[in-house]
C-alpha cells in the first residue's frame, strides 16, 4: 500500500483510526464485562478472560470496521482503493409533523432525611408528556473517485427531532 496517493493515504489514516478507536471500546466493554461474569473465579483466570474476551472482540471489531470502510472508500468502476470520497451534500426538508407522548410518571419513595427510613406516605403517581418536531429530509450525497474521477449519488432518507419539551403533571 506504499503506492497510495497523500490524499488516499490520509482516506486510509482515518478509516484506521475509526476502526481501532471503535474497537477498543467494543473491546473494553466486553472485557469488562467478562471480568465481571467471571466474578467467581480466581484472580488470574478471571483476567485471562477478561484480556482474552476484550482482544478478541476488539479485533474483530477493528477488523469489521476498517473492512468496511475500506470497502466504501473503494471505486466501484475503477477499483482504486482509499479514492472515494464525499464531494457533495444537499438536504431538503420532506415533512414536518408533531408528535407526543404520555408515560406514567413512577414517583420516587418519599425518604425522612432525620431517621434515613422511607415514609409511608406515598408520593402522588403523575403522567409525564412529551412534545417534539419530528422532521423527515432527503438527503443527495454525491461521492467523487479521485483516481478516474467517477461521481455516484445516493439517495437517503434521515428524521431528525427538534424543539422537544417534557411537561409533567
Known amino acids: ?18 476502526g481501532l478507536i471503535w474497537g477498543s471500546i467494543a473491546g473494553l466493554v466486553v472485557g469488562g464485562l467478562g471480568y465481571w461474569l467471571a466474578g467467581s473465579l480466581d484472580m488470574l483466570p478471571r483476567a485471562a478472560i477478561a484480556v482474552i474476551a476484550a482482544g478478541g472482540v476488539g479485533f474483530a471489531s477493528y477488523r469489521g470496521i476498517f473492512g468496511s470502510g475500506s470497502k466504501q472508500a473503494q471505486c466501484e468502476k475503477c477499483g482504486t482503493p482509499f479514492s472515494v470520497r464525499e464531494s457533495g451534500r444537499s438536504e431538503r426538508l420532506v415533512s414536518s409533523e408533531p408528535r407526543s407522548k404520555v408515560e406514567e410518571a413512577v414517583p ?9 427510613k422511607l415514609s409511608a406516605a406515598p408520593a402522588k403517581p403523575g403522567k409525564v408528556m412529551t412534545k417534539w418536531i419530528e422532521d423527515t429530509y432527503e438527503v443527495t450525497v454525491t461521492s467523487t473517485c479521485a483516481h ?15 424543539d422537544k419539551q417534557t411537561i409533567t403533571k
Open 1 to 18: 500500500m506504499s503506492d497510495l496517493s497523500v490524499e488516499q493515504a490520509a482516506l486510509r489514516a482515518s478509516i484506521h483510526k475509526s
Open 108 to 116: 420516587a419513595e418519599a425518604v425522612d432525611k432525620t431517621k434515613a
Open 148 to 162: 478516474c474521477q467517477n461521481v455516484t449519488t445516493r439517495l437517503l432518507t434521515e428524521t431528525r427531532e427538534r
